[in-house]
């Protein structure tokens, strides 16, 4: 969706930047087949403890939410849990611990024709992935339209990507595993206080309870994708669909004017509340 949305803006000349934020498997790269022309390491602060000066009094662990530090003798640190947020050397009252940079990743950033593109690549093995998805959205274009393809789920690595949007679009299938995993996905947008839309995708395979939900709880489907081999075919080999199916492009450019009309009325009342204020 996000790929063949992206693909679709700028062959209508739109200025427009896919930025790849399931940076666990970044896979729009296969699709867009972007030329890189910049990679960066991103890491994040862990302490390191000076055993000379440490004396023990576990305030380090004490303060920390993620149990990153224990204290026997002297403070452990576990650097894994880690999430970098340096309230351990604040507390030290020993100054007996220093920040130390550890990498998680990279972001590479390029260029797919008409698409400007980035994408974040989680070292193997690293468990957080929140730190290199707000780095990847650090690289976002300032004019234009900035696509983020989000992981799948509810998780952290889904709101920091999330976090800030002016308009999420959930994609999902008419089946009850879909239906499920929609419920979960539109409560955590409504507790961001995102507007959001919907992408039923191979809607003519299951049954309608995912748009009677939709329709329940004031949630608008955009658009519908028929189950379609070509498609899967295309998938396969790496492939735009839209470019394969030049049909289809009038599907994405109708999607996205429902996109832009939700994001401008929400803009409007916005602006109405504004000078409505005393």
């Not at 602060?45 to 003798?73: F, M, S, W």
């Not at 080999?237 to 030049?246: K, Q, T």
Request: hydrophobic share 40%; proline share 7%.
């Amino acid at each position: 969706m996000a790929v063949n949305l992206a693909w679709t803006l700028a062959s209508m000349n739109k200025p427009v930047q896919y930025l790849d934020c399931d940076v666990e498997e970044p896979n729009g790269h296969i699709f867009l087949k972007p030329q890189i022309t910049s990679t960066t390491s991103v890491g994040i602060p862990v302490p390191v403890v000076d055993e000379v000066k440490c004396t023990g009094c576990r305030k380090c662990a004490e303060v920390c939410q993620y149990h990153a530090i224990a204290v026997l003798k002297k403070a452990l640190v576990f650097p894994e849990l880690c999430h970098g947020c340096g309230g351990c050397a604040l507390v030290c009252p020993a100054g007996a611990i220093r920040d130390d940079n550890r990498p998680v990743g990279v972001v590479e950033t390029g260029q797919a024709g008409g698409v400007s593109f980035a994408q974040g690549l989680l070292n193997v093995g690293e468990p957080m992935a929140p730190p290199l998805i707000r780095a990847v959205k650090k690289k976002v274009i300032t004019d234009g339209v900035a696509i983020f393809d989000a992981p799948p789920g509810t998780s952290c690595p889904v709101v920091t990507s999330v976090r800030d949007a002016d308009y999420v679009l959930l994609v999902t299938e008419p089946t009850p595993f879909g239906l499920n995993d929609l419920k979960l996905a539109v409560e955590m947008l409504r507790q961001l206080g995102l507007r959001q839309g919907v992408v039923i995708n191979r809607a003519d395979s299951g049954d309608q309870r995912v748009s009677e939900y939709c329709q329940a709880v004031a949630i608008p489907v955009l658009l519908e994708i028929p189950d379609d081999r070509r498609v899967a075919e295309a998938y396969s080999r790496g492939h735009i669909a839209v470019r394969v199916l030049p049909e289809w492009r009038t599907l994405f450019a109708e999607l996205w004017k429902h996109v832009e009309r939700d994001i401008d009325s929400k803009l409007d009342i916005s602006c109405q509340i504004k000078e409505e204020e005393p």
